[in-house]
């Protein structure tokens, strides 16, 4: 056994309202310079819907993640190293500028200089990629709220699994389909298909915390990576020519910070926790024949940090004693493995994702309630989860490679903090055998209520800081090559693989002391902030 650690992200799909705010800020903070117009590294998708960009879940077509070869071994489904290397300067399945969107802008100037006259002027939309006038097809959210969903539901391949499942069409008029928002950032996975894919070693996974960066020094813009991954969340900087990612907010992590996305989350849906795993078990659990076995066998993964015999292990393997505390407070362990109501999303792709999703159970309640019968009810609720099977196999074909008995438990077990919670608030005297049945407890319903409802900021974020004699390196330091911000107008030419490419990243500037920081955002008072 060889004790990792990881800090990993549990979204309640439920809270999420797709206002889109963790978007922006992540943009904001992340993706503002020249190069990456076009980049989210968060985005909301609403469900069902083709997704960012389109149909990124179609690996026939993006050859992205791992499969199994005829001996049973994980190979990328982008190729072996000698298939790769032949078309290392061809590239011929990378999504293209309008399978993202082409960004814009509008001339504004038009309508604060036009002339007076009887006409209004119109602000045209003009590509900040080529400044010409263009006509405005696609964006990252362009499904939001299911509003181009009748013209583009045939193409989501989830959609499509269904149908072929279920032998059945599935309507697509609004008032007659479920639905929900899906945010998406990089799942930093423990078996990341990005990094084995890197001709030249710029990808890598942290050893300390489990978070997956790209050298940008190293990286000499290939692309492979964008291939790999099979969510698409490694982009292509068209001017610097090197490949950008999520880095799950690194400094803040570092300095016991929460996630920018998780910080300014209007729904409060984002936990955030250190999982202690068996780095030995995880080409075994990404190994496994049967796609739909693929859950269990990362829950396999997992250790449990209240074991003695693991405790052990994690301090002999180098592990903090703080990151073991963590990892015992973990949010996260107690969604995806104690009570089992947090899932993967896409396991079939075999690189064990780390960012979990809690299924939304409102679809099924609303439906339910329009039916004219009791949407809390737990009888009524339970009979709701198996009778409507199309979003149950909808979400079983996001989180569990197509088995629904993962995502009815979970389902079945939000039902029952329901109907627990509302028979209190109401004072009755909760029936024991509704959380039984679905095998919680009582108590366990209610430590599942706080997580999801009611948790503070200290129980949603429970993430260690650096180690101690790393701190003072840490705050003093400046930006790494990640997210060092280079001028619009800034130095160098074009290259083979766009403006500036192969050149160094600008020189490391120090922004700011992060417990400063952490000070000021902890803050309830200005002075205190000081």
Not at 242 to 259: D, N, Q, S, W
Not at 449 to 471: Q, S
């Amino acid at each position: 056994m060889r004790v990792m650690a990881q800090v990993a992200m549990v979204m309640n799909l439920d809270k999420c309202i797709g206002c889109h705010t963790c978007s922006v800020t992540c943009k904001q903070t992340w993706t503002t310079r020249a190069g990456v117009e076009y980049v989210w590294f968060n985005n909301v998708e609403t469900r069902p819907g083709q997704g960012y960009p389109r149909r990124w879940q179609d690996q026939e077509r993006w050859r992205g993640g791992w499969k199994l070869n005829r001996r049973g071994r994980l190979t990328l489904t982008s190729g072996g190293r000698v298939e790769r290397l032949a078309r290392i300067f061809a590239n011929p399945v990378l999504p293209t500028i309008k399978d993202y969107y082409e960004p814009w802008t509008y001339d504004y100037n038009k309508l604060t200089d036009a002339p007076l006259g009887d006409d209004y002027p119109v602000a045209t939309p003009r590509s900040m990629l080529t400044a010409k006038p263009m006509k405005i097809e696609w964006s990252a959210n362009w499904d939001d709220n299911l509003g181009g969903l009748p013209e583009h539901a045939d193409a989501d391949p989830m959609v499509a699994r269904v149908r072929r499942q279920a032998e059945e069409k599935v309507r697509f008029a609004f008032e007659e389909s479920f639905m929900f928002y899906l945010p998406r950032i990089c799942e930093h996975c423990l078996n990341p298909s990005c990094v084995a894919s890197c001709p030249s070693g710029a990808m890598y996974k942290r050893a300390e915390d489990g978070i997956v960066l790209v050298d940008q020094d190293r990286c000499r813009g290939w692309r492979q990576c964008v291939t790999a991954c099979p969510y698409k969340k490694v982009y292509f900087n068209h001017r610097t020519g090197k490949a950008e990612k999520c880095t799950f907010c690194y400094p803040r992590i570092e300095v016991g910070l929460p996630t920018v996305c998780s910080e300014t989350c209007v729904g409060r849906l984002r936990h955030l926790g250190v999982l202690l795993y068996d780095a030995d078990k995880v080409t075994a659990a990404a190994s496994v024949q049967d796609e739909q076995d693929l859950y269990e066998a990362q829950l396999g993964v997992f250790l449990n940090p209240e074991d003695p015999v693991v405790r052990a292990a994690a301090e002999r393997d180098g592990i903090a004693h703080e990151w073991i505390e963590a990892a015992r407070r973990s949010p996260v362990h107690a969604l995806v493995v104690r009570h089992r109501v947090a899932l993967p999303l896409h396991p079939e792709f075999r690189t064990l994702p780390m960012v979990w999703y809690v299924p939304p159970l409102s679809p099924v309640v609303e439906a339910l309630t329009e039916t004219g019968f009791d949407g809390e009810d737990a009888g009524n609720l339970f009979g709701a989860i198996d009778a409507l099977r199309i979003p149950v196999e909808y979400l079983a074909g996001l989180f569990t490679a197509g088995d629904p008995r993962p995502v009815r438990t979970a389902l079945g077990r939000l039902a029952a903090m329901r109907t627990h919670l509302r028979a209190r608030n109401l004072g009755e005297e909760p029936d024991p055998a509704v959380p039984a049945a679905v095998g919680l407890t009582a108590q366990d319903v209610e430590e599942l209520y706080r997580l999801l409802a009611i948790a503070k900021y200290e129980e949603r974020y429970v993430v260690p800081t650096a180690a101690l004699g790393e701190a003072r390196a840490l705050e003093e330091s400046a930006v790494p090559a990640e997210c060092a911000v280079e001028p619009r107008d800034g130095p160098g030419g074009s290259g083979p693989f766009g403006e500036n490419s192969g050149r160094r990243a600008l020189p490391m500037v120090s922004l700011d002391s992060f417990h400063a920081l952490r000070r000021r955002q902890r803050a309830d008072r200005e002075e205190d902030a000081r």
